[in-house]
């Protein structure tokens, strides 16, 4: 990186405004993590594993722990404003940069898929607002306001933005909580527990099983959050790594409080099939009702629209910082990396974030499927993300942080658990989602030949990792049990791609190593 361009982008996020302390940076991560999927995710948990689900639960805690531990190394020891897009450059090159980047860009459309869900529940109260499994014209033209409303709220700064979603955050753990409490108090029967089948009534086996099929993985994810604001973090050494852990802790002991909850109050007339054959199209929701707890169900109803626009709302935030960081990496105009003096917001970026939403929330045929698998994209970090904390350990080990014992140890385990987290999300949603992201490729090149900087063999050979590896991921997706042809049965389908991430990793890290990239 020239100096001019560096002193440009120094200048840039020296006007970020430090403002954000552990409990800022929790409640981002927080209301990151617990969408509306806590409303089901007990539910799809309880009828793969049963009981066993709560088994289910503390082993995704592990894994999503190991994952997140390298986000805790890279966000203590080098803090910056959109700081996950930031590291594949620094690490891997302008090749897995752009690939990395173009993929973060494209997940912008799980915010608007977000916004389309707050809408449907709203359709609850307002039905004129979504009909026919789509939103109506109205529905569209209610999303877009919101959309708009959400930018407004961030346009003032990171403090007004910390403190509104802190509110939101109080809301969101409050309303489960006492969904919890209410459950246990007023329906719950230990003996479902183990009447139906036994704790595991459809074995082992299926803990595992759940930790995909169930939603379980992802229902602890998006802690990447407070690692994006580490740039706007007071003292991000000690913030970003508390303010990761325990979003994650937290969500994982609420999720558990809700599973337990779901267990001991579903009614013994619903488990005649046993824990497969419990169905409920809104399963708090019908346990409240059924508890005599009407005020609850009314509460729930409710919350299933401040949930995702609790997450809504952050990840407005979290886009602008990607589209921001993007701009730092030449991906996107350098007038997007600017940041507003006084309010220390990205505001440039904002609104261009505004406008991919509005784009995306067009109702086009087809287009919501399109919009769906995006979520899936922002997995590509993590995989990244392992790769780049190695690769900075191994160039800069006196920089470690000490948060992360064991580094060594972590970063490939942490790969191989990233890459299975992306096989998992299934072939409906990956046969599109990663081709989509080698488009990458092809952006990369023209990219090279605006700016002619460094060697194109070497940049392409310094990259060549990630693109082989989502190559390969695909096609065992294809022959995989998670919605492909079956081919490679479960579990042999994820050991298969476990043992080729491990094999892909040292690959990954080497190329890294061998020459510093430019950014």
């Known amino acids: 990186m020239s100096t001019t361009v560096g002193d440009e982008v120094a200048a840039e996020e020296g006007r970020l405004r430090r403002h954000l302390g552990v409990g800022g940076l929790s409640a981002i991560g927080f209301s990151n993590i617990v969408g509306s999927g806590w409303l089901f995710a007990a539910l799809y948990a309880a009828q793969i594993a049963g009981p066993a689900a709560l088994v289910a639960w503390l082993i995704a805690g592990v894994l999503v722990t190991l994952v997140a531990l390298v986000m805790v190394e890279l966000g203590a020891t080098r803090p910056e404003g ?5 590291w594949p450059l620094y690490a891997s090159g302008r090749l897995t940069g752009t690939v990395i980047g173009f993929s973060v860009l494209l997940s912008v459309g799980a915010t608007s898929a977000e916004l389309t869900a707050i809408v449907q529940y709203a359709g609850y109260y307002l039905p004129w607002l979504y009909a026919d499994d789509a939103l109506t014209g109205a529905g569209v033209l209610f999303a877009v306001i919101l959309s708009v409303v959400l930018t ?3 346009w003032f700064g990171v403090k007004l933005f910390g403190r509104v979603n802190t509110a939101v955050t109080v809301v969101k753990v409050a309303v489960p909580l006492l969904t919890v409490v209410l459950l ?13 089948g036994g704790f595991a009534p459809y074995g082992w086996g299926a803990v595992l099983s759940a930790l995909a099929g ?19 973090a007071r003292n991000p050494q000690r913030t970003v790594p508390l303010a990761v852990l325990g979003s994650i802790g937290l969500a994982l ?12 109050a579903v009614p013994d007339d619903a488990l005649g099939a046993g824990w497969q054959g419990v169905n409920f199209e809104s399963p708090f929701g019908q346990l409240a009702v059924a508890l005599n707890l009407g005020f609850l169900a009314a509460v729930l109803y409710g919350d299933a629209v401040v949930s995702p626009g609790g997450s809504a709302f952050v990840g407005v935030a979290v886009d602008a910082r990607h589209t921001y960081a993007l701009a730092k990496n030449r991906l996107l105009p350098r007038a997007l990396m600017a940041v507003h003096p006084s309010s220390g917001i990205p505001r440039r970026a904002l609104l261009l974030n505004l406008a991919v939403i509005v784009v995306y929330l067009l109702p086009f045929r087809g ?4 919009v769906s698998v995006m979520g899936t994209l922002y997995l590509l970090l993590y995989l990244a993300a392992a790769v780049a904390a190695e690769v900075f350990r191994r160039r800069e080990p006196e920089r470690l942080s000490g948060w992360v014992p064991g580094l060594r140890v972590i970063t490939p385990v942490s790969f191989v658990l990233a890459t299975l987290f992306v096989y998992w999300s299934g072939f409906t949603d990956l046969r599109l989602a990663l081709p989509l992201t080698l488009v990458g490729v092809a952006l990369f090149v023209v990219l090279w030949r605006r700016d002619r900087s460094g060697s194109l063999v070497e940049e392409l050979r310094r990259g060549a990792w990630l693109v082989v590896h989502l190559v390969v991921l695909t096609l065992l997706s294809g022959l995989g049990s998670f919605d492909g042809l079956g081919v490679l049965p479960a579990p042999w389908d994820s050991v298969v791609v476990g043992v080729w991430a491990a094999l892909v990793f040292p690959v990954a890290v080497r190329s890294g190593v061998r020459e510093q990239p430019t950014a």
Not at 82 to 86: D, L
Not at 214 to 232: C, H, K, R, T, W
Not at 367 to 370: E, L, P, R, V
């Open 152 to 154: 407004a709220l961030n």
């Open 82 to 86: 959109g700081g996950t897009v930031r």
């Open 367 to 370: 287009w919501q499927s399109i």
């Open 214 to 232: 169930g939603g379980i993985v992802y229902s602890l994810n998006g802690f990447q959050a407070p690692v994006d604001f580490s740039g706007e």
């Open 253 to 264: 002991l609420l999720y558990l409080g809700l599973q337990l909850a779901f267990l001991g």
């Open 184 to 196: 246990l108090a007023s329906g719950f029967d230990s003996a479902r527990l183990t009447d139906h």
